[in-house]
Nanobody, 115 residues
Framework: QVQLVESGGGLVQPGGSLRLSCAASGFIFSNYAMGWYRQAPGKERTLVARITGDGRTNYYVDSVKGRFTISRDNAKNTVYLQMNSLKPEDTAVYYC????????WGQGTQVTVSS
């Protein structure tokens, strides 16, 4: 069964950190570039970061460069998003998915940045 399960979200103060995890199953994980996406209330889901299947090449949207780090562990079929220096505008539901051949979206994990 193909599945993506995100975890690690929560409520954090501005300037704080969170580490999101996405456990994948049902496909050959290392064959696929993976992405982290987010959807804020009333807005469309957008790409935040992506990583190639071998983990060697990353991409970040400008708004998170220098603050977020995407990584993966192919032995654990898991992709991570380390988020530092969080800002209120980072508040959103965060999702992972394959960058190509997108799967059905998981439930996501809520990140709320507020004092």
């Amino acid at each position: 069964q193909v599945q993506l399960v995100e975890s690690g979200g929560g409520l954090v103060q501005p300037g704080g950190s969170l580490r999101l995890s996405c456990a994948a199953s049902g496909f050959i994980f290392s064959n696929y570039a993976m992405g982290w996406y987010r959807q804020a209330p009333g807005k469309e889901r957008t790409l935040v970061a992506r990583i190639t299947g071998d983990g060697r090449t990353n991409y970040y949207v400008d708004s998170v460069k220098g603050r977020f780090t995407i990584s993966r562990d192919n032995a654990k079929n898991t992709v991570y998003l380390q988020m530092n220096s969080l800002k209120p505008e980072d508040t959103a539901v965060y999702y992972c998915n394959r960058f190509f051949a997108v799967l059905n979206w998981g439930q996501g994990t809520q990140v709320t940045v507020s004092s």
